[in-house]
Structures are given as structure tokens and as C-alpha cells.
Nanobody, 123 residues
């Protein structure tokens, strides 16, 4: 079992930056791929970025490439999402999730989810 808690959300102006953190508890954190998803009102939950279990590989959705950076610290059981050049359309609830895979982009393969943190970008 893995428990996940996201922090770092808030209100930011367009063009600004935020860094989300996801703290994990439980055993064997380093064996899980980690992903950041987001869900805007009335829309589906989409994968934003994912990172492999050791941190050597990453995936980014086209909409955030070049602006967002995912990273992890396995010793501290933390995953980060650095969000730069934020746009109004980045407004959503952001979720951290863990999958027992090397790296996956399939939402259905993520077994553990946090409660989410709201990110609001004002235009």
C-alpha cells in the first residue's frame, strides 16, 4: 500500500510558476512509477507527466512539454511537478498517483491516488 498526499497548489497569475509536491508513505516507494494527472471541471482526468521508478525516464503530455518538469527523490519519498509559464488552461485539480510498473501512461495502471490539490491560473 502507498498513501499519497499532494501539496503546493494555489492561485497564480498566468506566466507564473508553482511547484507541486507529493509525499508518499508505505513500503517500496522506489518500485513505483509516479504520475501527475489533472482534471478540470467537466473534463476527464488526464496524465500530465510520469516518471519511472528510478527517475531516469519521464513522459510529458504535449500540452506541458517544455513548461513542466517532473522529478522524484526516492530517499525522501517525494515526487515533484515544477510548473512554469502557467496558462489559464492549466487550471485543474492535480493528482499524484503510483503504479507498480517501470513507467506507464495508462491511468488504469495507477493503483494509488492522492486526494488532489487545486491549481488556479488567473488570466
Amino acid at each position: 500500500q502507498v498513501q499519497l498526499v499532494e501539496t503546493g497548489g494555489g492561485l497564480v497569475q498566468a506566466g507564473g510558476s508553482l511547484r507541486l509536491s507529493c509525499a508518499a508513505s508505505g513500503r517500496a516507494f522506489g518500485r513505483y512509477a509516479m504520475g501527475w494527472f489533472r482534471q478540470a471541471p467537466g473534463k476527464e482526468r488526464d496524465l500530465v507527466a510520469a516518471i519511472s521508478e528510478g527517475g531516469s525516464s519521464a513522459y510529458y503530455a504535449d500540452s506541458v512539454k517544455g513548461r513542466f518538469i517532473i522529478s522524484r527523490d526516492n530517499a525522501k519519498k517525494l515526487v515533484y511537478l515544477q510548473m512554469n509559464s502557467l496558462k489559464f488552461e492549466d487550471t485543474a485539480v492535480y493528482y499524484c498517483a503510483a503504479a507498480d510498473y517501470y513507467l506507464t501512461v495508462a491511468a488504469g495502471q495507477y493503483d494509488f491516488w492522492g486526494q488532489g490539490t487545486q491549481v488556479t491560473v488567473s488570466s
